[in-house]
């Protein structure tokens, strides 16, 4: 074979003898991977095994039929031995490799019943011959020629071999030696067979190393592949233990693989030849042909390609080669093929020759204008499949000189910006007024659509009606928004024309369009001067109208509350009357910025005008109540923002101001109402002595205005000692006093005994509750010395916002020690919720005032976050279960197990339990037989202002 020949088919399989190499290797290393890992692979079940084997076998019999069958007719024109013995091997070893396939267990019975000794037996046979067979052919003597007679004496005898080992294997197969033992494995002998198999080839690769530099009728490197894989499947097998094994099949796979590089090394170089003579008269043609300038192409009727050539100066988007056997529209543009389509069923319909039909196609990062026309083709006008010759030629200069002309006639030159485009929207020109405005250069955008300008500021379906109407009516004007090549979006006023040709076909796009910012600046400006306040640019009324009918829209719906305050400022005529107008604008506009930092983006701030200013706020809640509050809180912080010394021009001012509040969750009202209610309302603020906020609804202003003389009137009832002191005794189960727990009240002068339900929430809210805890704790003090046994207790309720300041351990151990008492005889009261934030600062003082004596309950177990972490944790003496579990425990079979276990958990980690609530009898008695320690409620007494003995303690005494 040619040197050349060689070269070229031996990229058949890899792109170079190196490729080759790491791939066997890669094989080699994955081969002997086990004897390095031993991995414990798993069998293969039938039902997956059988069939990947049959397909297997299946490949490797098709091959071996295919070499025998090639070498076989080859021996028909030029015969050596060499051709002799592989006709004659392969022979056999298609018969033996289909009997092997054939006896496998769980095909039908060959002959006789299938056993994995069988198919052994064929397959061991079946490698021997064909091991054999590769080594003579390596041999010098296997040039030498060979007689038709001696062919069909090497057929014979591979005949009776391929039957005497069907007689023997399946007649007399206790004769045959053991090669595989069911729940054992392989034998001695059939290893020992795969390694003679191996010997052979390497045998054959000794031989292959020896004639290396001899001109030899087979591919070297294909050959050395398949004796490689071979040696490499034989190794597998010898390695499994089960006929279904994952080495079984691997080897299967490598043995399909070396008969594929047998058929590359010994059958197709036969067959190559026809095509490198082909090849070298299709480079006659194509040198023929480099004369011709123009794309040519051969087709048939449906667009197939046949032949394509392109000349010196053309280009196609694939070499000419991609193109044969795939139609147009497999391999071209849409554009193209529709154009060439178009001209071939022209053809075919003229007989004859198409008119030109023209496309477009980027090259080279330029966009090209081509024109096609077909011919058919003389002796197809009779075939069935008729041919066309097309002829493709590159009109670029053509069309750019053609949108030139039009440009010149459209004064090009104008300071409107000019576009223009093919019938495809594929940009052509544009005027310098076009570079002017957008920042592209012609350069850039020329064979581009006019979406590279796109801002992403209109969607597709305004895109989608744009050309619609321009198809429609041939015209298109308006505004819209586009790109700069900086990025910058502009506003442009534009008009698209459609051109068309004599026969009303759209030929180009002229569009003429103008950079209209200045005039929306113009109109943003008038826009702002008619909805905003000049002096804070803020919204003025007119806007804040329009938002109120749209909040109230939106409340309508959703049933969501908003909230309208009005705010008026105090004495504001006092100032421009004494310093001046230009100070009063300057506190305005320090007011507008310092509300605005303080609001969310929901919230709309307004000045109407004057010293007034409006807010419109969202409280997203449907209760009524719950937004009255919001609202508060927002006003609260409102005044408190407005208080704030101002510095006008360097001087310190101070102002208030008096808000008005009004709420609404729908339409009913107009927003002349809601404005004159929150104004009403604002206006007996300023009644009420200014500097305040009042609500316009009778029922919600009594509740704030309580929340606020309860606030206000705190610190003046502790200076004139209406808070009480009074005391709920706590007994054991002997029904004994063991101590009282100080609860707080408030005597008011005018409203008599108020609830702490009501004044304690409002004491936290305005952190008055620090001070009121340290009183409740000296008073508790004082009382314990009253007390002539110094067993009894008093325990005291600890607010959370009490015990997060840091002097609360100083000044608790500073009130005992002022007292004169024993610290073991206070109890503070905590609950679950306080010890849930600032765990470590809480359990610190927790552990410093245990440490002095005081001993700790935590409230109402279990009604919030319980976690016995916090038992362990921090030094808690004193369980007390809610009374909630003790009103229902006798008649409910959840409570009375809630209560039952946490009186056990408290025994078990050696805890005292009180149980709060105990109002009968049959509660102390159950309570009592459950192991409960200590009892509190109305059986025992009620809360007195002085030290009252239990009233069941002489009836349990007697």
Same mark, same amino acid.
Request: a negative charge; one cysteine or more.
């Given at each position: ?66 070499? %025998? ?150 591919? *070297? ?74 794309? =040519? ?257 939106? *409340? ?91 510095? =006008? ?43 305040? =906020? ?240 200590? %009892? ?23």
């Amino acid at each position: 074979m040619p040197a050349s020949t060689q070269s070229a088919s031996s990229l058949f399989f890899f792109g170079s003898h190196t490729a080759l190499g790491f791939f066997l290797a890669l094989l080699a290393a994955l081969t002997f991977s086990p004897l390095l890992f031993q991995p414990s692979l798993p069998p293969i079940g039938d039902d997956y095994y059988l069939p990947v084997h049959t397909s297997l076998e299946v490949i490797a019999i098709t091959i071996s039929a295919l070499i %025998f069958t090639v070498v076989r007719e080859q021996a028909r024109y030029e015969l050596k031995r060499r051709g002799v013995v592989l006709a004659a091997a392969f022979f056999a070893v298609f018969w033996l490799d289909l009997a092997h396939m054939l006896s496998f267990e769980g095909m039908p019975a060959y002959f006789s019943e299938n056993s994995a000794a069988k198919t052994i037996n064929f397959w061991l046979t079946a490698r021997l011959v064909a091991a054999s067979a590769l080594l003579y052919v390596l041999l010098p003597v296997a040039d030498l020629p060979a007689r038709r007679a001696e062919l069909w004496l090497a057929m014979g005898c591979s005949t009776l071999l391929v039957l005497f080992c069907h007689l023997w294997f399946i007649g007399y197969p206790q004769w045959v030696p053991a090669t595989y033992i069911s729940g054992v494995g392989l034998t001695p002998f059939k290893v020992f067979t795969e390694y003679l198999v191996i010997g052979l080839c390497l045998g054959s690769l000794a031989l292959l190393w020896r004639f290396r530099q001899q001109s030899r009728p087979y591919h *070297a490197p294909a050959l050395v592949a398949a004796l490689v894989t071979t040696m490499l499947s034989e190794f597998l097998f010898t390695l499994y233990s089960d006929i279904n094994d994952t080495y079984n099949l691997a080897g299967h796979l490598l043995k399909v693989l070396s008969y594929l590089f047998l058929y590359r090394a010994l059958v197709y170089e036969n067959l190559v030849e026809p095509f490198h003579k082909l090849a070298a008269s299709s480079a006659e043609l194509t040198a023929t042909l480099n004369a011709v300038p123009d794309l =040519l192409f051969v087709v048939d009727l449906h667009g197939r390609f046949y032949r394509a050539h392109t000349g010196q100066n053309q280009q196609l988007l694939y070499p000419p080669e991609y193109f044969l056997g795939k139609t147009m529209t497999e391999v071209m543009p849409e554009s193209a093929a529709s154009a060439g389509m178009q001209a071939i069923n022209e053809a075919w319909k003229n007989k004859g020759v198409s008119s030109a039909k023209q496309y477009t196609l980027e090259l080279g990062a330029k966009m090209q204008w081509f024109q096609v026309i077909a011919s058919l083709k003389l002796e197809s006008k009779r075939a069935s499949i008729p041919h066309f010759v097309l002829a493709a030629r590159n009109i670029t200069d053509q069309k750019i000189a053609e949108a030139t002309e039009q440009l010149n006639a459209l004064a090009f030159h104008t300071r409107e910006a000019i576009m223009i485009t093919d019938a495809q929207r594929r940009i052509i020109r544009v005027n310098p007024a076009f570079t002017e405005i957008t920042g592209y250069s012609e350069q850039e955008v020329c064979g581009k659509t006019p979406a590279v300008l796109r801002s992403g500021l209109h969607d597709e379906s305004f895109y989608q009606q744009l050309w619609q109407q321009l198809e429609k009516t041939g015209v298109w004007s308006g505004e819209l928004y586009n790109k700069r090549k900086n990025g910058e979006v502009y506003p442009e006023h534009i008009i698209i024309n459609a051109i068309t040709d004599a026969k009303g076909t759209v030929s180009h796009y002229i569009a003429s369009f103008n950079d209209i910012s200045a005039s929306k600046s113009d109109q943003e400006r008038i826009y702002k001067l008619a909805y905003y306040d000049p002096l804070t640019q803020l919204p003025n009324r007119r806007l804040l109208l329009e938002r109120i009918a749209e909040c109230q829209r939106d *409340a309508e719906r959703s049933g969501h509350f908003a909230a309208l305050l009005f705010i008026d400022l105090d004495h504001f005529k006092r100032l421009n009357d004494t310093l001046g107008h230009s100070y009063g604008d300057e506190l305005l506009q320090q007011l507008a910025s310092r509300l605005q930092q303080v609001l969310r983006q929901t919230d709309t701030l307004a000045r109407p005008g004057g010293d007034e200013f409006i807010l419109l706020a969202p409280t997203y809640k449907t209760d009524a109540e719950e937004a009255a509050e919001d609202a508060e809180k927002l006003a609260t912080k409102l005044l408190l923002q407005i208080r704030q010394p101002f510095s =006008l021009k360097q001087l310190p001012y101070q102002i208030t101001a008096s808000i008005g509040i009004v709420l609404f969750n729908d339409g009913s009202r107009t927003t002349d109402e809601l404005m004159s209610s929150a104004d009403m309302a604002m206006y007996y603020s300023k009644e009420q002595g200014r500097n305040q =906020l009042y609500f316009f609804e009778q029922s919600m202003q009594q509740r704030a205005l309580l929340r606020q003389q309860l606030e206000s009137e705190m610190q003046q009832a502790l200076h004139d000692k209406q808070f009480k002191l009074f005391y709920q005794p706590k007994v054991n189960n002997k029904g004994k006093l063991t101590g009282y727990e100080a609860l707080l009240r408030w005597q008011h002068p005018q409203r008599g005994m108020i609830s702490p339900e009501e004044f304690i929430p409002v004491a936290e809210h305005s952190g008055f509750i620090t001070t009121l805890g340290q009183w409740v704790i000296a008073e508790a003090c004082v009382a314990l010395k009253q007390l002539t046994d110094p067993g009894l207790t008093i325990a005291i309720n600890v607010s959370k916002r009490q015990l997060q300041t840091d002097d609360f351990v100083i000044r608790t151990l500073n009130q005992i020690a002022t007292a004169g008492v024993r610290a073991s005889q206070l109890e503070l009261e905590i609950t679950e919720s306080m010890l849930m934030t600032d765990v470590e600062q809480t359990r610190e003082k927790l552990l410093q005032l245990h440490q002095q004596g005081i001993r700790f309950a935590l409230d109402d177990f279990g009604t919030g976050y319980s976690s016995l972490a916090f038992l362990k944790n921090v030094p808690i003496q004193v369980l007390k279960i809610d009374r909630s579990f003790v009103r229902d425990f006798l008649t409910d079979q959840t409570d009375y197990a809630i209560v039952d276990t946490i009186i056990s958990m408290a025994k078990a980690l050696k805890l005292t339990v009180v149980a709060e609530g105990v109002e009968t009898e049959e509660q102390f008695n159950m309570l009592s037989w459950l192991r409960c320690d200590l %009892f509190q409620g109305y059986l025992f007494g009620r809360p007195a202002a002085d030290f009252a003995a239990p009233t069941l303690l002489q009836a349990t005494e007697n």
